[in-house]
């Protein structure tokens, strides 16, 4: 079995780990599944939405891209079942998302935006 499928965040905060062994391993279907089916990513000029658009995203990404640094992942906001996640890249830009929690107890994220640079 993929990792992507045996391995879930058990807490939001887990989500950005998650993110960076994956993307650090070329694992573009383990990225997906970081995310509901019908997910929001926004980054940059370029929204997708559903994990077709999320796949070619990250796919293209990958292509271009080959490390990831761990981020600084900052204590998440939670509440009935949904969650703001934080992290800190190295560049000082923060990226901001938002966490459901599923039925099987995991957390996936729903909405996930991108280089988000913090106030001077």
């Known amino acids: 079995m993929a990792e992507h499928a045996r391995d879930g965040a058990r807490e939001p905060g887990e989500l950005a780990s998650l993110f960076n062994t994956r993307a650090n ?3 573009v279907e383990g990225l997906v599944a970081l995310y509901e089916p019908d997910a929001v990513l926004a ?4 929204v997708a939405t559903g ?3 999320i796949r070619r ?4 990404l990958l292509a271009r891209k080959s490390d990831f640094p761990q981020a600084e992942v900052l204590p998440a906001l939670i509440k009935d079942g949904l969650a703001l996640t934080f992290a800190r890249l ?6 901001v998302e938002a ?6 107890g995991t957390w996936l ?3 996930d935006q991108l280089k988000i640079k913090p106030r001077s």
């Not at 980054?43 to 370029?46: E, F, L, S």
């Open 109 to 111: 994220w729903a909405i």
């Open 43 to 46: 980054a940059g000029d370029v």
């Open 51 to 53: 994990h077709g658009e």
């Open 57 to 60: 995203f990250y796919a293209d």
């Open 90 to 95: 190295g560049n000082g830009v923060l990226s």
């Open 25 to 27: 391993a070329g694992d």
């Open 99 to 104: 966490a459901r929690r599923q039925a099987d």
